[in-house]
Structures are given as C-alpha cells and as structure tokens.
C-alpha cells in the first residue's frame, strides 16, 4: 500500500528554527508538495520538489532524496503565524496526490 | 471575485438524506477534485475530474456521486447520508495534475450527518 508518515505535532519556539519531516513509499513518484493548512482553513501551497535537493523560498526550504523516500520542511525565524499543520504529499505513478496525516506546528513565544 | 467556492460552508443533515456540496472555480482550470479531511487522516481524495463530462473514482468513493457538465462547476452528492460521512469536505482545482501544478483548496464544506 501507499504510506507517508509525518510526526503527528511538534512545538518550537519563536525565532527558531524547525525541521519537519516526512518519509514515503508510494507506488511510483512523480513529485511531492508542502502545503501549510491553518486550523479551520484550506490548505494552501508552500513547495514542489520533484529532483534531489534543496528548494529555497524565503525563510521555507524543502528538501527531497527520491533514493531515501525522504522529505523535510525547513522553517526559520519562525513567527506565531506559522502555528499551523504542515502536510506532506506525494504525487503518485497515478498523478494522484496521497496526502499524509500532517503535523501540526505549535509556536510558543 | 476569481476563485474557488464551496457552498453551503457548514451543513447538519441526517441520516438517509441526500445532499449536494457545491464547487465552483473561475479559473478555467481542467482539472478539479473532492477530498474530505477526517482526523488522524490525510486528505482522502474521493472523486475527480479532467474535464467536463470526465471523471474517475479516487480511493474513497463509496456513497457519493459526482458530475460536471460545466469546467467551472463540480458537485459532490452524497445519495444516502450515513454518520461515517461526517467529515469536512475540500474542493480543489489545477491547470494540470503534471509539472508541479498546485492545487488550489476552496474554503471547505463542514458536513455533519445525525
């Protein structure tokens, strides 16, 4: 079957910085997306990774390794707005997106 | 406004009734999507659509029905109501589903079957 596992929550302090990871197996791999979902919201679009690396955008980067089915979402200089849910998802052989269950980001000051 | 739209945002049914979610987009874009978002879960992808007149069944599709006879318009009914389909329910839409293409969320549709 298709999984994606990310951690369920994690707690970072204003200012800092943050990793958030997610791990993948899923039949084929054509790309995989950060979205940012604030609670009561839709989610909204953060990156697009389809090659190994680092995708750099403002203080978001995102980090793919297609051979470890291994993704992070960097955050720095976190704000409070960025209390959020992060998701992860994983465009299949299908070009179907298999989401994971997301993790959500509590800020404190 | 450009965009996307649900309507109704919050809906209290019960069980064996019908309802219908709508999904409008002004984007012209071909593709649009149905997923419905429970805790613990990702993003469920029910029913989607390239184009109108076109659509296929994603990996939740039991119990409710879709149709687009328009590109801007793609509701969502579920025929009979039952309590597992208390949910809420996102409507998206993209150009493309290939090249990165993000899919844009309507606001989301708050369905709560007694």
Redesign the interface.
């Known amino acids: 079957g298709q999984n ?1 596992d990310q951690p369920t929550e994690m707690t970072a302090t204003e200012g800092a910085i943050v990793q958030i990871n997610c791990t993948y197996q899923t039949s084929g791999f ?2 995989l ?1 950060w979205y940012q979902q604030h609670a009561g ?5 953060l990156s ?1 990774n ?1 090659l190994d690396g680092l995708e750099e955008k403002g203080r978001f980067s995102s980090f793919l390794s297609r051979s470890k089915g291994y993704s992070y979402l960097l955050l720095k200089e976190l704000q409070m707005k960025d209390s959020a849910s992060y ?1 992860c ?1 994983v ?1 299949d052989s299908n ?8 993790t959500k980001l509590i800020i404190k000051p | 406004d450009a965009g996307i739209t649900q309507s109704p945002r919050y809906k209290i049914t019960e069980t064996g009734r019908q309802v219908t979610l709508m999904c409008h987009q002004t984007w012209s874009h071909s593709y649009m999507f149905w997923y419905r978002q429970d805790l ?6 029910i029913y ?1 659509s390239a184009a109108a007149d076109i659509t296929d069944k ?2 939740v599709p039991d119990g409710y029905v879709v149709s687009r006879s328009k590109t801007e318009n793609f509701p969502l009914t579920l025929e009979s109501a039952t309590r597992s389909q208390t949910s809420v329910y ?1 409507c998206a839409s993209s150009l493309e ?2 090249g ?1 293409n ?7 549709t708050r369905l709560t079957v007694l």
């Open positions: 994606i054509n790309g997306f919201e839709a989610p909204t679009f697009y389809v998701l998802a465009l070009y179907q997106l298999i989401w994971g269950a997301g | 613990g879960h990702g993003l469920r992808l989607y994603g990996e996102f589903v290939a990165g993000e899919q844009f969320f309507g606001p989301g």
